[in-house]
């Protein structure tokens, strides 16, 4: 499967973006979703994650309340809205799939789209 992120952009802190993954190339909707972050000089680090069933959502701490994993099968399309942004949220943002292995970990997904920068400013 193909993984094209977007979305990205510069915005202020307390406002908000909705990122968005484009999946193409094999069924969409049997595979489990993530979103990952890079800050600079830092490891990519998990963000949230939704099962293929839609049935499981996990999220990092850090982001819990702010951020809103989903997605649209009809679309094969993966959403990240994050809402009440801080700088400390600024990072590179990376969508990645997976059938089978569900989790936290990079090596968990097997099939990564490029990244969309997000910018917080204070």
């Known amino acids: 499967v193909q993984l094209q992120a977007s979305g990205g952009g510069l915005v202020q802190a307390g406002g908000s973006l909705r990122l968005s993954c484009a999946a193409s190339?094999?069924?969409?909707?049997?595979?489990?979703i993530a979103w990952f972050r890079q800050a600079p000089g830092k490891e990519r680090v998990f963000v949230a994650a939704?099962?293929?069933?839609?049935?499981?959502?996990d999220y990092v701490e850090s982001v819990k309340g702010r951020f809103t994993i989903s997605r649209d099968n009809a679309k094969s399309t993966v959403y990240l809205q994050m809402n009440s942004l801080k700088p400390e949220d600024t990072a590179v943002y990376y969508c990645?799939?997976?059938?089978?292995?569900?989790?936290?970990?990079?090596?968990?997904?097997?099939?990564w789209g490029r990244g969309t920068l997000v910018t917080v400013s204070s």
């Open positions: 939704l099962s293929w069933t839609g049935g499981r959502t």
């Open positions: 190339g094999r069924t969409f909707s049997n595979y489990d």
């Open positions: 990645a799939a997976t059938r089978g292995t569900y989790g936290y970990a990079r090596y968990d997904y097997n099939y």
